[in-house]
């Protein structure tokens, strides 16, 4: 709370009112129609300054924190061009398919746009989610924090409005306003990071009253019971807004919503935005603390990039426009830190237990640690080229690698929070760098300060002199087969594996269960057993191989993803059947023997394999300082009661 670096020559961001400055113009006027919502549609009319001549348009293509170009434009339909009461042609341009061009005639000073936009995704019959980007239009080649926008929107009758917007006139969002709602003007790159969730069953509630500003969750579900959220999580939630509070040591937001939807039909969603974040889960996600441990972190994670990734954000990630390629290059810090301090975080607010903790560690560890793709791909490239990671099938997944760069960087500042420690005599960690990095220029509103690695490495070694660029450069830049446990062993535990899992891998086995029995989600499907540190392969709950770890056992019989297991030493397959083949083998020199459907034929495999079962454990390292323990306990002061 005291460290408040100021050094203004690094803000190089626009604030929101500064923005609102050097819009001269009059605002773009948008409003968006979700009443149509059930049935898909989302509308809008936009009014939008012009001159006389020709005018290009366009709508948003690299959207902030999806890492890949994911603007709607395939679903933006009913582009209609009015003015002055006569419509107006307009044609795409050929090379930028965002864009339109319109020639506006003499006299006219106010472009009419109307479009819709099909929705597939974050709607149900009773829930809409607005991200901005499905409806907005704006001057193209311009940046987007000069762009000034008043905003507003209509919802079905009855439905509560959950936002970071400010609305013109105050309102009890409990109340459920319905109709229009008009919200202060602000500029197309804060209106973009400010979605609306609106739905039939709806709740607000204040969180941690006794830290400033303010803090709220907003709560739409299919079912009318579930957005009511339990007490007790909404007092871990409480809990959450004072560790982040503890930790960071500042805030950059005039006030913050959580956005809930907890619904089967809506699909899942964890996306970041500066004064809220857009986070979606199945409609028992939350509702006790077994459904809990799944997305436990999911809200701490989000929470954490208001500071790390929103207001501190790579140099090469932010653009002026949402039209230029955002850089992956450092998302080892952007959501590789993130990773680290949201499950953290999730732990000291109780959301889940330090057990839990560890369990969950241990698991995505050993994923990173048996993962052969590592042998040509750097973590850089994993961040480098996020853009065409993210969305892949599991074929082969082992050998592309997927985005390590959440996981490893979890790793990677579990390793520089422990060196912090271990080199200070435990007068300092991580935090005294957070709190240097995260809360340069104290307090503020909705900002985005650009940096470099040079300044990680610079407010590292104000922390702890160190070769930190050394530590960086070894760990992010070059290859290494094994992943990085320096900081779970540092931590006093070490990785190893034994003949049963974790309770919590049985926990959230047994959630993803629910979820693929769940209504309304047929495409999903359940885990199979975890054979992918015996035998090196994954199985869907259908028995159908998944991916294959290359140079594994399955590997090495010739198996392939897609394929179906059908018969274990001549039974039938199912789960117990595979795992006491597996206990079996342990004993013998016979080969565990396989019946494979490969598309229309049926063929026998011989696995190789006498290692008996896996499953990735944290064991204690007695003797040795618990680092991980000490990590994971709260910071913050528990509220004084009145
Ligand atoms: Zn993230």
Redesign the pocket.
Known sequence: MHLRHRSPKVLIGVSLFGAMACAAQQPIRITADLTDAPRKLYHAEVDIPVHAGPVALTTPEWIP?NHMPTGPVQDIVGVVFTANGKTLPWTRDETDLYQFHVEVPADVTSLHAHLDCIVTTRVSDHIAVLEWEKLLLYPAHTPVRDIAIQPSVIVPVGWGIGTALTPTKPFDPNTKPGGTVQFEPTTVEQLQDSPIITGEYFHEFPLAPDISPKHYIDVVSDQPADSNLRPELRAEISNLVREADAAYASHHYHAYHFLLTLSDITGGE?L?HGQSSDNGIGEKGFSDTRHQLANADLLA??FT?SWN?KYRRPWNLYQPDFATMQQGELLWV??GM??YL?NVLAARAGLKSQAQYRDLLALSAANLDNKPGRDWRSTDDTAIAASILRGRDMTWSNLRRGQDY?QEGELLWLDADTLIRQLTDDKKSLTDFLQIFLAKGGNTGPLIVPYHREELIADLNQVAPYDWAGFLHDRIDLIHPQADLAGIERGGYKLAYRDHPSESELTMTAASARAATSTASPQRMTAGPNVWYSLGLRLNGEAIITDIRWNGPADKAQLAPGEKLIAINGHVYNADALHEAIVAAQSSKDPIHLLIQSEDTIRPADIDYHGGERYPVMVRVDGTKDYLDEITTPLAKPPVAK
Do not use: K, M, R
């Open positions: 924190g964890g970041e994670h989000e990039h990734g952007y959501e993130t990773q949201g959440y």
